[in-house]
């Protein structure tokens, strides 16, 4: 699915086709720079937030239909059972990924959009930032997206998990929708949609996904480290140059380098970056707590 969402990025920010305008020299180049900066920053930021989100998405979904799937192993042989997740409801349940990949990847680009052109649009492409620059410069994007009405990242009780709404269709609009009646295969993919939303609303969800959104970004800073390495000239004049502040580069020559992040955060398989998400204990420990929870026949009478 990461090359599916790499597309979709890619398609929506074309930075490429500003960046093949530029080499044409037209007479408005500041203005295509100004657009390359933030379609830039928004493609990179928006790859690590929506491959979190796709990430620990499907992990909860496996791990329900995993449960499901137990159970109904468990039953055979038995009279009388229903089949609780056959293959049909199963590969109906799984194709509601495509919103995210969809509708509330468009939605996400827009929210993120608006945060990149608050933080970086009056900041001139001469302007040097450091790479503890870049990371207060996140910071700040991130906490406008997370505080978005959109994004809903904590309900007035304190329980509501971030970008759900990204993530799954509102309740207001299942997939019977489109149809007069519902079948017992929609009936039953309709109680796992909103048994996955329950779940994605809950506050160890939302510690999950911000734990792997700090790790996301984190990442995506280290990858970015090796382009603010020192010059041969900075180590003769014998400064320090452990520190994150210590190496600046303008804007403009930042830009290409956050550009080409996508290629590394929503990569072909093997994704280091996915698979660094999915060995993080907490993800582990939590898609375990959902297979558990929807294993014991008890947990799905209520």
């Known amino acids: ?10 398609q929506q920010l074309n930075s490429e086709s500003l960046t093949a305008l530029l080499k044409t020299r037209p007479s408005n ?12 920053f928004t493609r990179s930021i928006v790859a690590v937030y929506s491959t979190c989100m796709l990430v620990v998405l499907l992990r909860v979904q496996l791990n329900i239909i995993g449960g499901y799937i137990y159970l109904d192993n468990a039953a055979v042989g038995k009279n009388g059972t229903t089949v609780l ?5 199963q590969q109906q349940y799984l194709s509601s990924i495509q919103h995210l990949l969809g509708d509330g990847l468009t939605e996400l680009i827009t929210v993120i959009k608006q945060a990149v052109q608050k933080i970086l649009g009056s900041v001139s ?7 503890l620059d870049l990371e207060q410069k996140l910071k700040e994007i ?23 709404h990204y993530m799954m269709p509102d309740e207001e609009t299942p997939l019977a929708v489109q149809a007069c009646g519902l079948s017992p295969r929609d009936v039953t993919t309709i109680k796992l949609l909103n048994e996955t939303r329950d779940m994605l609303e809950s506050p160890d969800f939302s510690t999950v996904l911000n734990t792997c959104l700090n ?17 041969e000239q900075d180590l003769q004049r014998g400064s320090s140059m452990n520190s ?19 290629h590394s955060v929503c990569s072909e398989t093997p994704s280091h970056f996915v698979q660094d998400l999915l060995m993080m204990e907490q993800v ?4 375990a707590n959902v297979y558990e929870a929807f294993s014991t026949p008890q947990q799905l009478e209520k």
């Open 1 to 10: 699915m990461l090359p599916t969402l790499r597309e979709a990025l890619m």
């Open 29 to 40: 180049k500041l203005e295509i720079w100004e657009d390359l900066k933030i379609i830039s």
């Open 85 to 89: 997740a056959p293959p049909d409801v």
């Open 125 to 131: 492409l001469k302007h040097s930032l450091s790479l």
């Open 142 to 164: 991130r906490d406008l997206v997370e505080q978005h009405k959109s994004s809903s990242w904590i309900n007035n009780d304190g329980s509501k998990s971030l970008l759900c």
């Open 215 to 231: 790790r996301g970004f984190s990442r995506l800073l280290d990858n970015m480290a090796e382009f603010f390495r020192p010059t």
């Open 244 to 262: 994150l502040s210590s190496v600046s580069l303008p804007l403009a020559k930042i830009i290409p380098i956050i550009n080409g992040q996508i």
């Open 284 to 287: 582990k420990d939590f898609a």
